[in-house]
């Protein structure tokens, strides 16, 4: 039995005689689909400097995005919570007027009565609405008349004025009208976040 010698140029080699179908398949013959070299190994299985790059824009953006939104929706908050609180300070003022008379008890129709109080009186005694005219209330007050330390940045500014009994636009001479209007403003570390008006008849 002889034993052919191995061709390195030959693809099929027949060995001890016996028909082999191995094959000897060289690394030039092999066809290359990338165009790169034989031999080589192509790595796809990560990102590019620039990919990744790009990436990390893309995220910074993101999360810039959600702090600029966060903060957005926190003054928001903040200022619809302000806001709030001013409207119940003005109700406050309402709610304690409400029953009140507009001038002093007794005041016959062709006397005058003194807007604002009167010598010696103090917020527990004003009797009638009047008396709250140009008056500041800081810390504010409820509708008890209690003073409200936990809003102390609070304070609320009452007016009462009288109008034309034509036009409530137009505020006329104290004592000149049977029609007044209060107003109520409310302010914020000296900033006015708020106002209301209404109308009261002296009879």
């Known amino acids: ?21 191995r094959y000897v398949i ?5 066809g290359n689909r990338s ?7 192509e790595n796809r299985c990560g990102f590019s ?7 990390i824009m893309l995220v910074g953006l993101a999360v810039a995005s959600l ?15 302000d806001l709030s609180t001013a409207e119940f300070l003005v109700e406050q ?14 005041t016959p ?26 008056n500041n209330f800081a810390p504010p007050i409820d509708a008890g008349r209690n003073a409200l330390g936990d809003l102390a ?15 409530f636009e137009q505020v006329v001479a104290d004592h000149s009208s049977f029609f007044v209007r209060v107003t109520v403003k409310v302010y914020l570390n000296s900033k006015e976040i708020s106002a209301a008006s209404w109308l009261r008849a002296r009879y």
């Open 153 to 167: 940045a609070f304070s609320q500014q009452v007016t009462v004025e009288n109008v034309n009994a034509s036009n």
């Open 49 to 55: 400097l620039i990919e990744t790059l790009f990436a």
């Open 93 to 106: 003022i309402r709610e304690m007027t409400v029953l009140l008379p507009v001038v002093k008890p007794g």
């Open 1 to 21: 039995m002889t034993l052919a010698k191995r061709n390195p140029d030959s693809e099929l080699q027949p060995l001890g005689g016996i028909a082999d179908f």
């Open 109 to 134: 129709d062709d006397e005058v009565d003194t807007f604002g109080p009167e010598t010696g009186e103090t917020l527990a005694t004003y009797d009638d609405l009047n008396d709250f005219d140009n």
């Open 67 to 81: 702090l600029a939104a966060n903060s957005a929706f926190t003054k928001a908050n903040g200022a619809g919570t």
């Open 26 to 30: 060289r690394d030039s013959k092999i």
């Open 35 to 41: 165009g790169m070299p034989a031999g080589a190994i």
